[in-house]
């Protein structure tokens, strides 16, 4: 069973920077992609940036775009979210995720909070 451990939260002023790891452990590893999702208070779920494991082929959402950088180490079974430039509305709950199959997220961490503040 596949586990995923989050760490690099924390409270940071805006136009600050972060780097979140997401490690994985308990099996074999590799994933068709790895994502990363972040969630507001009162808000859905969203993507904010995906990595496909095999050939490092990169999306993100609009609205980190040029800010945000998702990387992975395969040595280390683990993927980084750099988040620079940081604003208020980046505020939420980051989880990162693999996805198993190109329409299976499987495995979830549980998750980061990220507080911007003004």
């Known amino acids: 069973q596949v586990q995923l451990v989050e760490s690099g939260g924390g409270l940071v002023q805006a136009g600050g920077s972060l780097r979140l790891s997401c490690a994985a452990s308990g099996g074999t590893f590799s994933p068709y992609a790895m994502g990363w999702f972040r969630q507001a208070p009162g808000k859905e779920r969203d993507i904010v940036a995906r990595?496909?494991?095999?050939?490092?082929?990169?999306y993100y959402a609009e609205s980190v775009k040029g800010r945000f950088t998702i990387s992975r180490d395969s040595t280390k079974n683990t993927v980084y979210l750099q988040m620079n430039s940081l604003k208020p509305e980046d505020t939420a709950v980051y989880y990162c995720?693999?996805?198993?199959?190109?329409?299976?997220?499987?495995?979830w961490g549980q998750g980061t909070q990220v507080t911007v503040s003004s």
């Open positions: 995720a693999a996805q198993v199959t190109p329409t299976e997220y499987r495995y």
């Open positions: 990595i496909r494991w095999n050939t490092e082929i990169r």
